[in-house]
C-alpha cells in the first residue's frame, strides 16, 4: 500500500530510536541501519490505517527483526577472522541513543557491547529494551510474543550476566583527558614500567582487524604484556607507516562514551582504540581496526573539526 506523508513522518520521527535500538541489539552500525530500512519496507507494506500503536508495531517488527539477525551473526561469528568487537560510534553520533541516565550511558559503552555477546538473543532484546530505553516489562512481552513474568525473569538473569563481567565505572571528562595524557606519555616514552603502573593487574588489549589488518588473534591479557605490547604498538617505524600508507596521527576523543584514540592518516581514521579506566587504572583497550568497521566514524570523523593531534607514529 502507499504511504502517505503523515506515514512517511511517523516513520522518520521514530527512526533514531529504531537505529539506536538496532544499534545496541547488533553491535554493528551498518547492519542496524539494513534493519532499519526493512523495518520500512515492513511499514510500506502494512495496513497502516490499522495499526493502532504504530511505535509500538515498529519496535516489534524491528526487534524481530534483529534477533534473527543476531542468530545467523553467531553463526558467522564462529567463523570471523580473530577477535570480533563492535563498531565503535564517535560522540555526537545519534545511533547512540538516550545518555541521560548512568544506565543509558553504561548500555552503548564499548564494555558492554561486548558483554551482551554472551547473551542469548532475546536475554539482549529484553536488556536493551528495559536498561536503554525503559520499556516497561508489559510492553516487551508484547514486543517478543512472551509472559511478562518471563520478560521480568530474562531481564534479571541478563543483568546478571552483565553485572558479572562488568568492571566499568563512569568517570569525569577531565579525569578520563588526564589519564589519555599519562597513557599517551608513557607508551611513546619507550620504558614498559611507566605503561605497568597506569595499568590494572589483569588488563587486557584486543584487536579486531577482521582478516583485513593485522591484529593478535588471542589479546594480550596481563599488565606487562599489554604494556610490552603498547610500547610497540607506538614505536614509530617505516614498516608501520607503510602498512597504513603514511604516519598515523592520534587523537583523543570519545567513542561509545568511553574515553578512545583515533588514529587517523590523512583525513581517513585507521583506528579507533578504546579506553575502559576504572579507579585501579586502565582496565582494557579494544582496538577497531577493521576498515570495514570504520565507515560510519570516518563519515563523523570528517564533518567536524579535531584540533591538532597529541602524537604522531
Not at 542496524?32 to 515498529?58: N, S
Amino acid at each position: 500500500m502507499a504511504l502517505t506523508m503523515n506515514d512517511v513522518d511517523r516513520f522518520e520521527a521514530s527512526r533514531p530510536r529504531l537505529e539506536a535500538i538496532a544499534y545496541r541489539l547488533l553491535g554493528s552500525a551498518s547492519e542496524a541501519e539494513d534493519a532499519v530500512q526493512e523495518t520500512y519496507l515492513r511499514w510500506q507494506a502494512a495496513d497502516t490505517g490499522r495499526i493502532e500503536v504504530p511505535e509500538a508495531w515498529l519496535t516489534k517488527v524491528l526487534t524481530n527483526l534483529c534477533l534473527n539477525q543476531l542468530t545467523s551473526a553467531r553463526a558467522r561469528r564462529e567463523t570471523y577472522v580473530g577477535q570480533w568487537l563492535p563498531e565503535p560510534l564517535l560522540a555526537g553520533d545519534p545511533m547512540l541513543g538516550p545518555a541521560d541516565t548512568a544506565e543509558q550511558r553504561e548500555s552503548v559503552s564499548y564494555a558492554v557491547l561486548v558483554l551482551l555477546e554472551r547473551l542469548s538473543p532475546n536475554e539482549r532484546a529484553v536488556y536493551v529494551l528495559r536498561e536503554a530505553f525503559d520499556y516497561p516489562h508489559r510492553e516487551i512481552a508484547e514486543i517478543l510474543d512472551i509472559s511478562e513474568a518471563a520478560s521480568q525473569q530474562i531481564f534479571h538473569r541478563a543483568r546478571k550476566h552483565v553485572a558479572e563481567g562488568k568492571v566499568r565505572t563512569e568517570i569525569d571528562e577531565a579525569a578520563a583527558r588526564r589519564v589519555i595524557d599519562e597513557f599517551l606519555a608513557a607508551a611513546t616514552s619507550g620504558r614498559t614500567e611507566p605503561l605497568v603502573r597506569l595499568l590494572t593487574e589483569d588488563a587486557v588489549s584486543i584487536g579486531d582487524g577482521g582478516g583485513k589488518v593485522p591484529a593478535r588473534a588471542k589479546g594480550f591479557e596481563g599488565a606487562l604484556a599489554v604494556a610490552r605490547f603498547m610500547r610497540g604498538l607506538f614505536k614509530p617505524s617505516k614498516a608501520k607507516r607503510a602498512l597504513v600508507g603514511g604516519s598515523p596521527e592520534v587523537f583523543a576523543a570519545t567513542a561509545n562514551g568511553d574515553p578512545a584514540l583515533v588514529a587517523v592518516v590523512d583525513g581517513r581514521v585507521i583506528g579507533v582504540m578504546c579506553l575502559e579506566i576504572t579507579p585501579e587504572g586502565i582496565a582494557a583497550f579494544r582496538n577497531q581496526v577493521n576498515p570495514d568497521k570504520l565507515e560510519r566514524a570516518n563519515r563523523r570523523w570528517a564533518a567536524g573539526d579535531h584540533g591538532e593531534p597529541l602524537t604522531s607514529m
